[in-house]
DNA sequence: TCCATTTTATGACTTTAATCATAAAACAGA
DNA sequence: TCTGTTTTATGATTAAAGTCATAAAATGGA
């Protein structure tokens, strides 16, 4: 989002997370801009009994762990690579210069946040609905227009294991499987040897 | 939170809404910033069966509404006037011009979405485990840090009805009741005549 | 002050997703 | 290629919130 070279020219470093690494922690304070050069990262949390809600997916070019960086608040959330990822990691003083000095890039930041704050509307407004069918279909219908869910001949191909269905939608995976199967037999989605296409 | 004078400087202009009164609906194009001067003000979506979800209630020196302004989009959800309520309106333009010319608003603009965020972050997270105690517990704890509620002798007065707090929670309102008194017996809340203190 | 409406309340019952158990298929790493 | 792990899958059962019915208390207008 913000040009690579600018991150840099204001002390940004690349660092390395494999896949599985821990970025950040929920509960820590925030020292970093973090921005993705490579790779995949999410941000969830674990309740009590191990069960895991991911808040958001990013991808390469994405910033990620903004909010409480603004706000010098605790992280509500970890972040971790999904895939081996490359990150940029820019001190938060240098961040703030680099915004004061670079009133273009506020805006791109606000954009950023209201994008992310619509995103989190529509799902809290579907995740309370409670239809498994709804929240399912609209997260997908989301991932279209905001993940890079990639088309081909047979519509689009959501990338997304029942699982991180699940996890995104507050949804078990088996009720995310009968979901799927039942929106096939709608004939709202295609499933194509257990690859799901919209 | 934008002062009044910067906005009137550049145009804004008041008007009142009676208590229920649309302000602007879902699926419209924004054409507004919204300030709060006095009054409350709510937004939420009605999903097909007429069942309420509130995503936000917002107070005097409050704006909402941004980010469907800042990205073309149309309104995800309504917002309604909880009660008579006196709304600052200035037009995107003029708005956007104000932001140009003011870098300083940015920083505020932005602090702004994050702490919003943050709370649908929050909340999202606790939705998703679908306990009702951790849910209402929850938006209660936020409530005392960001809504305006009231100290006194018993705690802090949750000034929610249980039917708004099921419409913020995605709970029934028998739920949220039935809920209330559990924490109660818990001794994590107090019950005075009908009143909710924490 | 009276009356209609809203809010809180409670019990009975129903529905639906979670849970538990189990397994086949696919995938990834050695 | 083999093997352990992950992903998808399905059936049976359970638990928990939703639904429905009903009503008392509180509130707010007229």
Request: proline share 4%; charged share 25%.
């Amino acid at each position: 989002m913000i040009p690579t070279e600018l991150l840099e020219k204001y002390g940004a470093l690349k660092k390395v997370f494999d896949k599985m690494a821990i970025i950040f922690e929920e509960g820590n304070l925030p020292a970093y801009y973090y921005q993705i050069v490579s790779g995949e990262v999410k941000m969830s949390n674990y309740n009590d009994d191990g069960r895991e809600f991911i808040q958001g997916i990013f991808y390469k070019e994405q910033s990620f762990g903004e909010p409480p960086l603004f706000l010098n608040q605790n992280y509500p959330a970890n972040a971790i690579a999904v895939e081996d990822s490359e990150v940029l990691l820019l001190s938060k003083n240098n961040f703030m210069k680099l915004l004061e000095e670079n009133p273009s890039v506020s805006i791109k930041i606000i954009q950023n946040l209201a994008q992310r704050l619509y995103y989190k509307s529509v799902m809290a407004a579907e995740m309370s609905t409670q239809e498994p069918e709804h929240r399912v279909l609209k997260l997908m219908d989301h991932g279209i227009a905001y993940f890079n869910f990639q088309k081909d001949e047979n519509g689009y191909l959501i990338n997304f294991t029942r699982q991180q269905i699940g996890d995104l939608t507050g949804l078990r995976v088996e009720t995310v499987i009968r979901t799927i199967k039942a929106l096939e037999k709608k004939g709202v989605l295609k499933i194509i040897n257990r690859k799901v296409y919209r």
